[in-house]
C-alpha cells in the first residue's frame, strides 16, 4: 500500500474541470488498489506568498502554520499533482506550494558535491489539460508547466516522474473533447 498526497490546484469543481475529472479517476483507482490517498486542496489552504514574514518563518522553523507543508511531504511515496496549464506554465498557487516546500536540509540539502535531493525513491503523477497543444511540434518550447515541475521534484530527488496530458480543450469540439476524455481515463 502506498501512501499518496493528491495535492488539487484549481479552483474549479471536480464536475467542471476536465483537470479533475481525470485525476478524480485516477484517485478512485488508486483507491480501489488499496492505496491511501490524502487530498491537498490548496484553495483550501491558507497559503501565503513568501513574503518577508513567511520567509523567516518558514527557514528558521519556528511556525508550524509555515512549516506544516514541508514537515509533511515527507511523509508520502507519491505526489499527484492536478493542475490545468495556464500561461503556459502552472497556475501560480502551485508555486507557492513549491516555495513552501522547497528547503534546505528537508526536501534538498547542500553537499560538498553539490545540491542532492532527498525525496528519493518517490514518484510524481502530474495531471493536466491544455487548451492548444504542446506535447509535440513548435507548440513545445512553450510548455513550461511540466518542465518546470519535472526539474523542480528532480531537484528534489524525485527521478520517477509520469505525466498525463489531455490537449486541446479550448480548441476541439466538446464531443471530441469527451471522447479523448474518456479513452484516457479508460487507460489510468
Ligand atoms: C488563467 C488561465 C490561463 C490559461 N493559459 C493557457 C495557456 O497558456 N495555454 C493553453 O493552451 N491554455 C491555457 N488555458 C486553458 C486551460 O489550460 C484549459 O482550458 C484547461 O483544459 C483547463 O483545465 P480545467 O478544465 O481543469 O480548468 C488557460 C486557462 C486559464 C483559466
Given at each position: 500500500m502506498k501512501k499518496v498526497l493528491y495535492i488539487k490546484a484549481n479552483p474549479k469543481s471536480n464536475e467542471v474541470s476536465n483537470t479533475f475529472k481525470i485525476s478524480e479517476a485516477l484517485v478512485e483507482k488508486y483507491k480501489k488498489d488499496g492505496h491511501e490517498v490524502v487530498e491537498l486542496d490548496l484553495y483550501k489552504e491558507n497559503l501565503r506568498h513568501l513574503d518577508g514574514e513567511v520567509l523567516g518563518k518558514l527557514f528558521s522553523g519556528e511556525d508550524n502554520e509555515v512549516t506544516k507543508y514541508v514537515n509533511d511531504?515527507?511523509?508520502?511515496?507519491e505526489y499527484i499533482i492536478a493542475a490545468p496549464m495556464w500561461n503556459l506554465s502552472i497556475p501560480s498557487i502551485l508555486k507557492t506550494y513549491i516555495d513552501h516546500i522547497m528547503v534546505a536540509g528537508k526536501t534538498f540539502a547542500y553537499t560538498e558535491n553539490g545540491p542532492v535531493g532527498l525525496l528519493k525513491g518517490k514518484k510524481v503523477v502530474h495531471v493536466t489539460t491544455r487548451g492548444?497543444?504542446?506535447?509535440?511540434?513548435?507548440g513545445a518550447a512553450y510548455e513550461m508547466g511540466d518542465r518546470y515541475l519535472r526539474t523542480i521534484y528532480g531537484f528534489m530527488g524525485v527521478t520517477d516522474f509520469e505525466t498525463v496530458t489531455l490537449e486541446g480543450t479550448n480548441v476541439l469540439s466538446p464531443e471530441d473533447i469527451n471522447a479523448n476524455l474518456s479513452k484516457l481515463i479508460v487507460s489510468l
Amino acid at each position: 500500500m502506498k501512501k499518496v498526497l493528491y495535492i488539487k490546484a484549481n479552483p474549479k469543481s471536480n464536475e467542471v474541470s476536465n483537470t479533475f475529472k481525470i485525476s478524480e479517476a485516477l484517485v478512485e483507482k488508486y483507491k480501489k488498489d488499496g492505496h491511501e490517498v490524502v487530498e491537498l486542496d490548496l484553495y483550501k489552504e491558507n497559503l501565503r506568498h513568501l513574503d518577508g514574514e513567511v520567509l523567516g518563518k518558514l527557514f528558521s522553523g519556528e511556525d508550524n502554520e509555515v512549516t506544516k507543508y514541508v514537515n509533511d511531504v515527507t511523509n508520502y511515496d507519491e505526489y499527484i499533482i492536478a493542475a490545468p496549464m495556464w500561461n503556459l506554465s502552472i497556475p501560480s498557487i502551485l508555486k507557492t506550494y513549491i516555495d513552501h516546500i522547497m528547503v534546505a536540509g528537508k526536501t534538498f540539502a547542500y553537499t560538498e558535491n553539490g545540491p542532492v535531493g532527498l525525496l528519493k525513491g518517490k514518484k510524481v503523477v502530474h495531471v493536466t489539460t491544455r487548451g492548444g497543444f504542446y506535447s509535440e511540434g513548435a507548440g513545445a518550447a512553450y510548455e513550461m508547466g511540466d518542465r518546470y515541475l519535472r526539474t523542480i521534484y528532480g531537484f528534489m530527488g524525485v527521478t520517477d516522474f509520469e505525466t498525463v496530458t489531455l490537449e486541446g480543450t479550448n480548441v476541439l469540439s466538446p464531443e471530441d473533447i469527451n471522447a479523448n476524455l474518456s479513452k484516457l481515463i479508460v487507460s489510468l
